[in-house]
């Protein structure tokens, strides 16, 4: 018997992210209602509310770039190094319908598209040029498409891989076009500077320093052992994405597998005593909870991070003895983290947040576990059930009612999922 090999065919995948993009999508809006001036061509931001004491810059124009101003710094260290500078504030909503649109002009060529995240997807071309050719050529084609109808523009990065891919859309901004492939990883990618990988952030790029790795390059040929005593099992990771290593599929699903729900808030006052404090974490703790049951998923670590009128921030976390997404079971972890870590200090940001599993229907439980889950579960669903139909503040706590400052429903939510707005992250 004759076996044949099947024919592999070769990976080719985009990445398209839109550059700067609350800013360009807040700049298009604004010159179709009729404004004569473009925010991309001016010194301007993004940015939070300083009444609300949410001055930080989210998204930058070039201009504004050239001051060196940087996206998460204070709008008044901004304002100090350019005294002109426009300053327009977020516009959620918006910026929900532009990446709607945006994935349905993708999906008008391509069915298979993967969300990765408010303002980046990712393209599964394998297979696709018999029908619309050259990848590069239909790269261009995608990024004038969008320009030219939807009004701003994007980074098209083309790779064997998610990873190459994504790396290619960053080497140089913005309306570009740029592959990665296995052949040009040593020219292209292993020049770079180590920070510049994808999932290699400040903490790491300090410790890679300290062991007089530099570049991409470097870590590339890193001695893997050395690699595993300092990083442990994140070492494989690192060293695998400097060598445009990376194998994760195109999920057509427009979620990925979430791994951690939180929700935080700058309080427009200092807060000053533990009840008030409560009251806030009893808020956040409600919003992550509805979130958790929502996706159908249990807490297993909870986290509560704090941040002092000084701008410190600390936090600590506790892995629960079974998983749960009982927000009363949440809440009373988080009131005992919140007693352990604080100091007595002004606070001015409170911050939840709940690593999670998917619910498989059962709960261990422990010899102290008296009260009646069940009820307390069925409970929060009809909470849930009642918000969704007519409001979150539409049903609230007795500890809300007088309260002179309103409970947190919302705050600045994020989840490690790419369909959840507006702070987003997620693995490849």
């Known amino acids: 018997m004759i076996h044949i090999k099947p024919k592999i065919t070769k990976k080719i995948i985009m990445h398209i992210d839109v550059n700067s993009a609350f800013l360009s999508w807040q700049a298009a ?3 179709q209602k009729g404004s004569t001036v473009d925010l991309r061509s001016i010194p301007s931001v993004v940015g ?4 609300d004491r949410r001055g930080i810059v989210l998204a930058k124009s070039i201009s504004a770039k050239s001051y060196g101003i940087i996206t998460g710094e204070a709008l ?3 304002r100090q190094k350019c005294p002109d500078l426009i300053v327009v504030p977020p516009n959620y909503q918006l910026y929900k319908k532009c990446s709607k649109a945006l994935g349905e002009l ?3 060529y391509i069915p298979n598209i993967q969300r990765f995240s408010i303002d980046e997807f990712f393209v599964d071309y394998t297979g696709m040029e018999k029908d619309y050719g050259n990848p590069v050529s239909m790269a261009y084609t995608i990024k004038d498409k969008i320009k030219n109808e939807l009004g701003f523009t994007v980074n098209v990065g083309i790779g064997s891989n998610k990873l190459t891919a994504k790396m290619a859309g960053e080497l140089k901004k913005p309306d570009m076009v740029h592959t990665l492939w296995p052949d040009e990883i040593k020219s292209k990618l292993w020049p770079l500077p180590v920070r510049g990988l994808y999932m290699v952030g400040r903490q790491t790029e300090k410790k890679l320093k300290e062991l007089n790795i530099y570049t991409i390059g470097e870590l590339a040929v890193a001695d893997e052992e050395l690699l595993k ?3 442990k099992s994140y070492a494989n990771l690192i060293r695998s994405y400097a060598n445009g290593i990376e194998s994760s599929e195109v999920q057509r699903e427009s979620k990925m597998p979430a791994k951690g729900i939180g929700n935080s808030s700058t309080i ?3 807060v000053e005593d533990a009840d008030t404090a409560y009251k806030i974490l009893l808020s956040l703790t409600e919003s992550v909870a509805l979130r958790i049951r929502a996706g159908d998923y249990c807490c297993t670590v909870v986290s509560v991070s ?3 009128s000084e701008l410190k921030s600390y936090s600590h976390q506790r892995k629960l003895f079974s998983p749960t997404n009982i927000t009363n079971d949440i809440f009373i972890t988080v009131k005992e983290l919140f007693d352990e870590c604080w100091g007595g200090e002004k606070l001015r940001q409170l911050g939840v947040r709940a690593c999670i599993v998917k619910n498989d229907g059962y709960n261990q439980l ?3 576990d008296i009260q009646d889950k069940g009820k307390e579960h069925k409970l929060d669903q009809v909470v849930d059930s009642i918000r969704e139909k007519y409001g979150k503040t539409s049903i609230m706590r007795g500890v809300f009612a007088d309260n002179e400052h309103k409970p947190v429903l919302g705050g600045t939510g994020d989840i490690e999922d790419a369909a959840d707005y507006p702070s987003i992250s997620g693995n490849l």
């Not at 939070?48 to 009444?51: A, D, F, T």
Request: aromatic content about 24%.
């Open 306 to 308: 704090l941040k002092n």
């Open 229 to 231: 005593y300092r990083f």
């Open 48 to 51: 939070g509310s300083k009444e």
């Open 29 to 31: 809006y604004e010159l």
């Open 106 to 108: 993708l999906q008008q």
């Open 76 to 78: 008044w260290k901004s």
């Open 268 to 270: 427009k006052f200092d």
């Open 366 to 368: 422990s010899i102290f």
